[in-house]
């Protein structure tokens, strides 16, 4: 682990000017935390199954515009759209920033400002995040992000706050770090797509009080030459819920990782992704790493992760339940499952219990499979043609991740993403 | 409607002749019963019709209101009005009934040149023909054929037939594993599609679900050939004697 980390890191990265205190600690603390763990290499257990290389700064990150001129996704919700391009914020493309029960900053601006309790979770949720496995893009993230949103939200929020990436620059390097305060029994919903930058390192830390909400919906393509890695890092407190559902279509390189600690008794946490590759399109690599922490009573975990690949495509799934001592009653679900549409498609899944309680529910399944010729040859015989048949049973294999959106007009758009990514991929 | 010349059919997989040359002609608007001992070839002439992948034809020809249709997609066959109603439905989870339905009613009729139908009208018409048989909307809106007992997997296949108004319908031992009330309630539903524009092959072991649904012509197969063929007597002969008699007759 103690090779020299990112030797090019230092040259291309460098910690932005005039930040407050608060915030220069924290990138300080974050950039000896990477340091002391290095970057990722292919000896470390947690990237046996990715390789790390293109996510490293060593290189400068090339990825050719996508433009495939259909309507952004979202675009016909009612939303507060907050504009990123390349990693900049666009102020133009954005919306006026005020919201009923809702503050909104940038990390940039914020960062110079006494802001307390954007303090107390900038960087903190994300290094009790690198206990027991240290996630060194994390690290990175929060010791050298250019910019991001720092949203407070006291109440309902009348309508979900969306995270446009937009790409402009072939060679751009993007990194982002949000930070989202859900105060007690208040509620927001986050969106997030959009192709963001030739190489992209994402990190969002979410502090959900006692009570409070946080949904999340994301859709990560369908550029296909995207190279990012993500961290979600989340503190659940008593009663509050946590949900978050990304569909992911094309991406040479695609890491998620999703880090949750239910700290309050019944807290409720649900993770779930449909990953879709094609490697007649391009290489593709998606990676779903989770890990999921009970340190609470009767609190339930829900992880539900559905790839569908093919010609080469590799989904890769890591996910862990850990159960704390004292963790009674908890109900954890995991399930990562593939869809292998031919023989050169692989998944490598890697699921994980550990419990140290004795009064808990949990299962996990993982299953690689093809799809059922004898439900293929059923719906052929009652007329459907093959390509369309096939795609039914593509989605009836999505459809438990799909169901984990609540809100039934993003699903229904979701469900039409994938229709239309099917349908061109015959 | 259906004319069966000297079907030879064996499987792919290994080397193993399962018809023998089967001779079969079914007129518009009747009903014919297959019966015969296990292993005789009754449900790999259904498949076969119906276009199963893993079985290969070495002769002769299946003609479907005179078109072959043994070179046909499975889908095709469908669209050109052939149905099997299967001795084991298939469940396919994830996949709504009613859509599964909307999907095939709107494919077949695409295919035939036909507008897709309305959901509106689609909605009317599956209620009228499932109240019928018995299906309730629970039953409509669940998976497909998912933790549906026997009996309802079977009305389920009748539901399909009457929505989709084949031509030729074919049900492999949709008797089996029915009690009584649910074997009468499928035969309704068979009856009810009985018509001079409609032809039925009825796959069966047993003589009783000819009580309710009236064959025209019987006919026995045996080693991968129809042996012997005649009136609903024959069907009775059967169900009294087994099927020694006949076939010793026959050798």
Known sequence: ?426 | MLEIKNLAVGLEEEEKQILKGVDLTVNSGEVHAIMGPNGSGKSTLSYVLSGRDGYEVTSGEALLEGEDILEMEPEERAAAGLFLAFQYPVEIPGVGNMTFLRTAVNAQRKARGQEEMSAADFLKLIREKAKALKIDAEMLKRPVNVGFSGGEKKRNEILQMAMLEPKMCILDETDSGLDVDAMKLVAEGVNALRDAGRAFLVITHYQRLLDHIQPDVVHIMADGKIVKSGGPDLALEVENNGYSDILAEVA
């Open chain 1, 1 to 426: 682990m103690a090779e020299p980390a990112h030797q090019g890191a230092q040259a291309v990265l460098t910690m932005p000017d005039g930040q407050g205190a608060w915030a220069s600690e924290a990138r300080a603390a974050a950039r000896a935390r990477f340091d002391a763990m290095g970057a990722p290499t292919k000896r470390d257990e947690y990237w046996k199954f990715t390789d790390s290389a293109p996510l490293s700064y060593d290189t400068t990150p090339h990825a050719a515009l996508f433009r495939p001129g259909e309507i952004p996704l979202f675009t016909n919700l009612d939303r507060l759209k907050v504009v990123f391009r390349d990693g900049q914020f666009d102020a133009e493309a954005s919306d006026d920033l005020a919201m009923e029960h809702v503050e909104i900053h940038m990390l940039a601006e914020a960062a110079k400002a006494d802001l307390h309790w954007a303090k107390d979770i900038y960087g903190v949720l994300e290094a009790r995040g690198q206990d027991p496995v240290s996630r060194p893009f994390a690290a990175l993230n929060t010791a050298y992000a250019k910019n991001g949103v720092v949203i407070r939200v006291t109440g309902k929020a009348p309508k979900p706050i969306s995270l446009i990436y937009a790409h402009d620059d072939e060679d751009s390097d993007a990194i982002l770090h949000h930070v989202v305060k859900v105060e007690s029994g208040a509620s927001l919903t986050i969106l997030e797509n959009g192709p963001a930058a030739a190489r992209f390192n994402k990190c969002m830390e979410i502090d959900v009080a006692d009570g409070g909400e946080f949904h999340h919906i994301r859709a990560q393509g369908r550029d296909h030459e995207r190279r990012a890695v993500t961290h979600m890092f989340a503190r659940l407190g008593t009663e509050s819920v946590y949900k978050s559902f990304t569909m992911t279509v094309n991406g040479v390189l695609t890491r998620n990782e999703c880090v949750i600690e239910l700290t309050g008794d019944d807290a409720v946490a649900h993770v779930a992704g449909a990953a879709l590759g094609d490697g007649k399109t391009g290489d593709f690599h998606h990676d779903d790493t989770v890990f999921i922490t009970h340190d609470a009573l009767n609190c339930e975990s829900r992880q539900v992760f559905k790839k569908v690949l093919r010609n080469g495509a590799v989904g890769v799934f890591q996910g862990k339940i850990l159960v704390k001592e004292g963790a009674q009653k908890t109900d954890g679900y995991q399930i990562s499952q593939s869809l292998l549409l031919d023989d050169d498609s692989q998944f490598l899944a890697k699921p994980e219990l550990e419990i140290y309680a004795d009064d808990v529910a949990c299962s996990h399944g993982s299953t690689s499979g093809a799809i059922d010729e004898e439900a293929l040859f059923y719906l052929r015989s009652r007329g459907v043609p093959e390509a369309e048949a096939q795609d039914l049973l593509v989605l009836a294999f999505l459809a438990e991740a799909l169901d984990e959106v609540e809100d039934e007009t993003i699903s229904e758009e979701l469900l039409g993403r994938l229709q239309d990514w099917l349908a061109r991929h015959r």
